[in-house]
């Protein structure tokens, strides 16, 4: 059996997804890796990791020969509030290690999987239930490099008959690494400090509404989607999908149902405010329900009580929650939720 490559593994996706891979497929088959060393990320060390930078094709082509690579889920990016910082390195990783990946699988017979963004949409796009074919004229360095990332794709397996596959993700909420940059990060941030017991600045006005899943429903979405016969797959690069529409005053509301105390206020930031409002409201998943069988388990409610148990239980882990402004009563209540519930099984 050939082997798995995660890049960008130590990632807020790759945190997840490579243990689940691990997990479906077996440890030894399944090769971690990231710009860090391995002995500077202890999470590295939980499967086989290796140190990989994607920019060097010469280096991904070594490691392919060495591990008997056979599939590569290319997770290496510059998300998207820190690309708007610095658009020539995030078009430098962003397309160039994507390149490079495509270039070595062709080379090695690998399939790919290519994560792509509701960022690979723009203004002129269809704002609600935004359709699987539709306008792509992003207006951020991220979208462009996801709607140059997804064209990227199609042409290697139109050419090259590389099976690489893909999905249009919507903001990722997850517990385990914290978010990496991008403009959906307030979620995670928002159920991190309502753990703690602390308040929230949101850098979103609250009625803004985008797309959301749970980490949990985007790995097991990975999956499904890798191993579907590729005859049914209609769309390559990339399907729609999406659990959720949410905005910060929703998020908010829902957390308050568990921390009464919970508070919010709003200090929009304009770099990211701006962001979100080229961005859907809404996507269409019906191509990928339909093509192979869709599924998020987790909405709103579920997402929310999942990740204050699963939070509120760290806090208990290191000491009790750190005091920045939260009232004791409210950090007493959330602890005591946490402490109380048992999380959803996976
Ligand atoms: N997190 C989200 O909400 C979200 C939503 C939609 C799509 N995506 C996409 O999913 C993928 C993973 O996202 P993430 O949230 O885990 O990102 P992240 O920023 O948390 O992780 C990216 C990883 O890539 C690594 N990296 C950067 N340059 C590298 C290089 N040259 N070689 C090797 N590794 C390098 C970084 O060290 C980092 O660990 C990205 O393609 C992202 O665009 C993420």
Not at 30 to 44: I, K, M
Not at 67 to 87: F, Q, R, T
Not at 310 to 330: Q, Y
Request: glycine residues 6%; proline residues 5%.
């Amino acid at each position: 059996m050939r082997r798995i490559l995660v890049t960008g593994a130590l990632g807020q996706m790759g945190s997840e997804l490579a243990p689940a891979l691990r997990a479906r497929h077996g440890v030894e088959r399944v090769v971690a890796s990231d710009l860090a060393t391995s002995a500077s990320r202890p999470q590295a060390a939980e499967g086989h990791y290796e140190r990989l930078d994607c920019t060097r094709l010469e280096d991904i082509r070594s490691f392919m020969r060495r591990h008997d690579v056979g599939e590569i889920h290319h997770l290496v990016a510059v998300l998207s509030a820190v690309a708007e910082s610095d658009p020539e390195r995030a078009w430098r990783v962003n397309i160039e290690t994507l390149h490079n990946v495509l270039i070595a699988a062709r080379e090695f017979g690998a399939r790919v999987f290519f994560p792509s963004s509701i960022a690979a949409f723009g203004p002129s796009t269809p704002r609600v239930d935004t359709p699987q074919v539709t306008v792509q004229r992003p207006t951020t360095m991220y979208g462009v490099t996801k709607v140059a990332g997804e064209l990227l794709c199609d042409y290697y397996a139109a050419h090259f008959n590389v099976d690489v596959r893909g999905l249009r993700l919507p903001g990722l909420v997850s517990y385990v690494a914290q978010p990496g940059g991008g403009t959906t990060d307030y979620a995670v941030e928002m159920l991190r400090a309502a753990a703690l017991g602390e308040r929230y600045s949101c850098f979103l006005a609250p009625k803004t509404q985008l797309d959301m899943m749970y980490m949990p429903d985007a790995v097991a979405a990975i999956i499904q989607l890798m191993e579907t016969d590729p005859a049914r797959l209609k769309h390559r690069n990339a399907y729609n999908v999406t659990a959720m529409s949410v905005t910060p005053a929703e998020l908010a509301a829902q957390i308050r149902q568990r921390a009464p105390h919970f508070v919010v206020d709003y200090r929009v930031d304009p770099l990211r405010q701006s962001i979100a409002d080229s961005w859907p409201q809404s996507l269409d998943a019906s191509a990928a329900r339909r093509d192979w069988g869709f599924a998020p388990r987790f909405g709103l409610a579920a997402m929310t009580e999942d990740m204050l148990c699963r939070l509120g239980a760290r806090v208990d882990e290191s000491k009790g929650p750190r005091r920045h402004g939260g009232t004791a009563d409210a950090e007493r209540k959330i602890t005591r939720s946490a402490r109380g519930a048992t999380c959803r099984a996976r």
